[in-house]
């Protein structure tokens, strides 16, 4: 093929690129669909990260399309041509003082509303804010509500525990305190809230209020953003956000103590979560409260979603992580807790070694009616 | 000349395999940095294209998350380390004393000894897939994860390889800082350098500033691993965000030592080809100085979101952002070369041409994130796998395969094919764009890098095949590469001396050069000595009847001591009698070293 | 071992000896290695609540008591602390032994006088000069190594160890590195004093050579001024 003909052919591909560029604007555009979208904001905090990424997304894509367009009509119009002489220049003093002033205005055109987001997002949060502890751990988070549960018997407040499923009230401010138990993890909920590390040994935080309209059936997905492991790509969460009337019976529910099982399976399944799983889950209102360890289980039947967002919450995806967790979240073989023998166990077992099909199938069936 | 006691005579039987083993030539070991850093490459490409196969479409098994994670960690330390870095040495070590007029390095041993030590601690790093699996917790390896509470052996091998490379490119940047200083031919001022002289001379003290640093932190992680400290250990009062703060005071320069090779030899390529001289020499200088500096001012842009507080953030982002400014500055002279030429479209001129417009991508998504705010829905995520794509692809690697279309004439004296060149072009350019564009749209979807897997339904699906897709493209690309040099290579040497017509003084001499470089070192009176000859109807002089050029001899030092490095690297990871025995093994290569007659 | 390096050419752009321009680069690294092994120091500093301390320190002795209970400090450490005229206050004693480190670091100075000397009478043609200067050198190196060892033991009896605390950590891998060093440095003028006893003794270049190893040996002493200031002399 000769340079000539390579070089049509690139012509005729740059006009057609040309016409596919609004194209793939376009496509960028239905990111909004995605449930996992960054750019489809539904709180404050989003809002004011939405309002600075526009600024430099357009102000990309002017430089972006102009470089690309001049870069091409360079290339095509300067080529080796018959009788074309190229000019002997060295620079050119104006030209460069222009475009040494182009790139500074842009940046500062980026700066400004930049440093705007910055100290409002580093501010104090809202007095009124509901405060939660975020605890990222191998792999999935515990959230704790700050004296959202039942009071004790001397009527102080007590915190209240639960995991993976966030819930939250529309227009009610949120203080996430975040932290982590083993090694860094990173709280991310696209739409609501920018990503924030937790990191063990330091308390970082974020602040966001969802909007009013904010309010659906469907959750908000949240997942680790800094790697943690085997299983960083299984460590997600989800959010719910109701208006005041459903977040309080959402709150009503998740406060008390757990609900007597009704099937004959399910309190055989009790009896044996007492034995094999109180070592590590706790389910208030019975006898396996005393353990911190793993996740609080006291109401894992009303969420969606088990292991840290990964499978739906039903019997058989049940049954399938307590006989062999490690199957479908890779790393939490419990062989891996050897290298450190201090401290307790962090990871499930595989329960199919030591416990029958049977029983396997009344402790899911006695988790799901933990409403 | 007589031998010290006990030391080995000088090398000079003729056998083949040990001229390349106790060679001191630069251009042997720029060919063998060359030669070695290909199969790194080839080896990271393959890491490429499992990974991608794992995530073509969603919840794949083709691999199992541990291998993943070794994998995309492996992936980046390979090509980082072991692939473009010794790319951008080849070509330093063939073409420094050569574009300066020189007949050889400050230091030929200590250059051999570079070679060696970088291939020795390549080994190390990639043996660790065989001996208890790679390193996995990311080239970043940051902490806790990286303790030997949370990761096995493979981090073991993460540190001392990491180590011994940093010796490696710590005496080679040293030996070419002074190189360029000393050796200039006379007239070789240092603003009549060629740019990819001083962007090399500026990656040359990046090196030196910015590998100590590392090794500060290597060595910590090695105390906190092997013996009792904390220093990176929350349980024990360490702080994990240390370890990010001496990681990215390093790593970010790094980046810098990535890609200003590359833009030395588009440099380089775009004025030969548009006939004309660099438009902003000068400021296309100082702007490789700015960014040289500025480059120590950013690294916590790598840390937006680890909590840093609002001044620490308002200040990284300005000065992340004012490094947009030298890079732009740069982008428009390379523009405004071309402008009013008449360009000749050869192979090393596609590749230097895109990579004007791929590194100005990769440019530009890295301002966008130079905004806290918006990192906070970046950081992490395919966004920014797309942007280091763009800056280390489309800008580091197509810079290299422009270099190697340029120089591949003068350095074997053969002209690469120029069809098979547009195919290598053009497939790899919609590959990397393929696979690396989309990876925009999946950050924007919200999809998190290094995962391993991930459902359908998150409308990851599509753009993530074409990803993969693209991938296999420009892998197909480089195979076009390897054909055509195994094709041309059967031919005759006939390139001739300056095929392309370029100004730089590496043309002045014969292609492939003599040993000696030059028969007769030149006399520069211009930025463009060769044109200068052309225009002024010069010839080089012939040198006088006579005159004896002293070269080098060749050593077995250089690898005897890397090899003592080597088991003194190796102690950790085995038996500390290792260690034990390369003392000696070293002690004995200085010995040798220092009484080897060099006359 | 580079800086012995012979050159393919002597004539340089500069007129500077290559060798010792490698060897000032050099430096200008290990500027950078030094300065992160002290950042990490400071950066710990700080944190510091329980002995042993680097300085005299007030600590409340309820917080002393219950570090003791909980197993983070042992009985040994607590001798370093006593109770003060303040009710609920403790006194800790500062570990660093300021009088005894002021010696070694006199002894290091010392040392760069005596480089000095060698270099002169390398210089200057006058072999015996240097003989016995490079032997000074070595000498006082050595002892300045010596109490080192000193102080690492009794720091090490008193309970500070690498384990101990961040700032067990940071000052052993600042202060071994630091003794490495100098032991490199020591080993280097033990080379070019064997040397200089061969019949052609340092070549033609004695000097060059002599004055090469001496930039290196004053940057080590001046990198234990800054140590020495930035840890013992100014206070916590």
């Keep these: 093929m000769t340079e000539e003909a390579l070089l049509r052919i690139s012509q005729r591909w740059a006009r057609r690129l040309l016409i596919l560029a609004p194209a793939a604007l376009f496509i960028l555009l239905t990111a909004c669909s995605d449930p996992q979208t960054t750019i489809e904001p539904a709180s404050d905090m989003t809002e004011a990260i939405q309002g600075v990424y526009e600024i430099v997304f357009w102000l990309s894509m002017f430089v972006f399309i102009a470089i690309m367009l001049l870069t091409l009509w360079l290339a095509v119009h300067y080529r080796e041509q018959p009788g074309r002489e190229a000019i002997q220049i060295h620079g050119h003093q104006r030209l460069e003082i222009l475009w040494t002033i182009i790139p500074v205005a842009i940046v500062l055109i980026m700066l400004v509303p930049t440093w705007q987001v910055i100290a409002d997002t580093t501010d104090t949060p809202p007095e009124d804010s509901m405060v939660i502890t975020a605890t990222g751990k191998q792999w999935w988070f515990e959230f704790t509500y700050e004296g959202l549960g039942l009071p004790d018997d001397e009527g102080n407040p007590t915190d209240l525990v639960t995991a993976n499923e966030l819930h939250l009230q529309a227009g009610k ?199 | 000349m007589a031998t010290a006691a006990g030391t080995i005579a000088a090398p000079t039987t003729e056998s083949v395999v040990w001229s390349w083993i106790t060679t001191v030539d630069h251009k042997r070991i720029g060919a063998l940095y060359g030669v070695t850093a290909f199969i790194f490459f080839l080896i ?379 195919w290598n072009f053009w497939l790899m350019f919609i590959g990397m764009n393929l696979a690396f564009f989309p990876m925009h749209f999946l950050g924007v979807s919200g999809m998190p890098r290094r995962i391993y897997t991930y459902d359908s339904g998150l409308g990851w699906d599509f753009w993530n095949l074409v990803a993969t897709v693209g991938a296999f493209i420009l892998a197909l690309g480089v195979l076009f590469f390897i054909i055509n040099v195994f094709k041309t290579w059967q031919q005759e040497p006939d390139a001739g001396d300056n095929p392309w017509d370029a100004p730089t003084l590496e043309w002045a001499t014969t292609s492939p050069p003599p040993e000696h470089d030059f028969d007769v070192i030149p006399e520069v009176h211009s930025r463009e000595p060769v044109w200068y000859m052309r225009d002024h109807n010069l010839t080089t002089p012939e040198p006088e009847p006579g005159t004896h050029i002293h070269l080098p001899p060749p050593s077995y030092y250089p690898i005897i001591i890397a090899f003592g490095v080597l088991l003194l690297g190796l102690g950790p990871l085995s038996h500390l009698a290792l260690t034990a025995l390369g003392v000696p093994v070293i002690i004995y290569g200085i010995w040798g070293w220092t009484l080897e007659p060099t006359e | 071992m580079a800086a012995a390096e012979h050159q393919v050419e002597h004539h340089t752009t500069t007129g500077i000896d290559s060798r010792k321009l490698l060897m000032w680069i050099f430096l200008g690294s290990e500027c950078l290695f030094f300065g992160s092994l002290i950042a990490t120091y400071l950066i710990f500093k700080g944190e510091i609540d329980l002995p042993p301390f680097p300085s005299e320190t007030h600590v409340e002795t309820a917080y002393l008591e219950e570090a003791l209970a909980s197993g983070e400090i042992t009985e040994v450490h607590k001798h370093l602390c006593h109770e003060s005229d303040e009710a609920g206050i403790s006194v800790c004693e500062g570990i660093f032994d300021i009088p005894l480190t002021s010696q070694s670091t006199f002894v290091l100075l010392m040392s760069s006088v005596a480089m000095v000397l060698a270099v002169y009478g390398a210089q200057h043609n006058r072999p015996m000069m240097m003989k016995s200067w490079l032997l000074a050198t070595m000498l006082l190196g050595l002892i300045f190594l010596g109490y080192q060892v000193y102080e690492f033991r009794t720091f090490g009896q008193e309970g500070l160890t690498l384990e101990t605390s961040q700032f067990g950590a940071s000052f052993f891998v600042l202060t071994g590195f630091h003794g490495t060093h100098v032991a490199v440095g020591v080993l280097i003028l033990g080379s070019l004093l064997l040397a200089s006893f061969r019949r052609r003794g340092l070549g033609s270049e004695p000097g060059f050579q002599v004055e090469t190893a001496g930039l290196y040996w004053h940057f080590v002493d001046i990198v234990w001024i800054v140590i020495f200031t930035v840890l013992y002399l100014i206070p916590a």
Aim: aromatic letters at 14%; hydrophobic letters at 50%; charged letters at 15%.
């Design chain 2, 44 to 422: 990271g490409g393959i890491e490429a294209l499992l990974i991608r196969t794992q995530l073509a479409v969603p919840n794949g098994n083709v691999i199992n998350a541990e291998l993943f994670n070794q994998l995309f960690t492996m992936h980046a330390l390979t090509m980082i380390f072991l692939a473009i870095m010794p790319l951008g040495a080849a070509f330093f070590n063939y073409m420094v004393p050569l574009m300066i007029g020189a007949r050889d390095v400050a230091f030929p041993r200590l250059n051999a000894l570079s070679y060696w030590i970088f291939l020795f601690g390549g080994l190390v790093l990639v043996s660790s897939f065989i001996f208890g699996g790679a390193p996995d917790t990311g080239w970043f390896a940051y902490q806790p994860i990286s303790s030997s509470q949370f990761s096995g052996s493979g981090m073991d091998f993460y540190v001392i390889g990491l180590m011994i490379l940093g010796i490696s490119s710590l005496a080679a940047a040293l030996n070419f800082a002074v190189t360029i200083i000393n050796l200039r031919a006379p007239g070789m001022t240092m603003m009549r350098l060629p740019v990819f002289i001083w962007m090399t001379f500026i990656v040359m003290f990046l090196l030196i500033l910015a590998l100590p640093v590392l090794t500060v932190a290597l060595i910590q992680m090695l105390f906190d691993r092997q013996f009792t400290t904390s220093f990176f250990l929350p349980e024990g009062g360490g702080d994990p965000i240390l370890w990010q703060h001496l990681f990215w005071v390093f790593g970010h320069p790094e980046v810098y030592i990535l890609i200003l090779p590359a833009m030395g030899v588009v440099s380089e390529v775009l004025p030969t080809f548009s006939r004309k001289p660099l438009f902003g020499y000068a400021a296309i200088v100082f702007a490789g100085i700015a960014i040289g500096f500025l480059g120590w001012a950013v690294w916590s842009h790598h840390m937006f979101t680890t909590g840093l507080g609002a001044v620490q953030q308002a200040v990284f982002s300005a000065s992340t952002m004012a490094i947009g400014i030298p890079t732009g500055i740069k982008v428009f002279n390379w523009l405004a070369t071309m402008w009013g030429g008449s360009i000749r479209f050869t192979t090393a001129m596609y590749f230097a041409v895109a990579f004007v417009a791929l590194f100005t991508i990769g440019g530009i998504s890295g301002v966008m994130h130079a905004s806290p705010p918006v990192d906070q829905q970046q950081q992490d995520t395919y966004f920014i796998v797309a942007h280091i794509h763009y800056v280390l692809v489309g800008g580091a690697l197509f810079g290299v395969f422009s270099g190697l279309y340029y120089w591949w004439p003068k350095m074997t004296g053969r002209l690469l094919n120029e069809t098979l060149g547009k």
């Design chain 1, 173 to 371: 401010p949120v203080h996430v305190l975040l932290r982590a138990d083993d090694v860094i993890h990173s709280f991310w909920i696209p739409q609501l809230a920018g990503k924030v590390d937790m990191v063990p040994g330091h308390e970082n935080d974020l602040w966001f209020t969802p909007f009013e309209d904010s309010v659906r059936e469907e959750a908000y997905l949240g997942q680790c953003v800094e790697f943690c492991g085997a299983s960083h790509a299984n460590m997600r969460f989800r959010v719910f956000v109701h208006d005041e009337e459903g977040f309080n019976a959402w709150l009503e529910n998740e406060r008390s103590d757990a609900v007597e099982p009704t099937s004959e399976l399910g309190k055989l399944g009790a009896t044996l979560f007492v034995v094999r799983c109180a070592e590590c889950h706790t389910v208030r209102g019975t006898a396996a409260s005393i353990a911190d360890f793993g996740p609080d289980l006291t109401h894992v039947g009303s969420r969606t979603t088990i292991a840290a967002g990964i499978l739906d919450n039903n019997i058989s995806n049940l049954v399938d992580w307590i006989s062999n967790p490690a199957e479908i979240k890779p790393g939490i073989n419990p062989e891996n807790d050897v290298i450190d023998k201090e401290r307790p166990l962090r990871f499930m077992r595989a329960f199919e070694d030591e416990i029958s099909a049977e029983d396997i199938q009344a402790i899911a069936q006695y988790l799901t009616e933990l409403k």
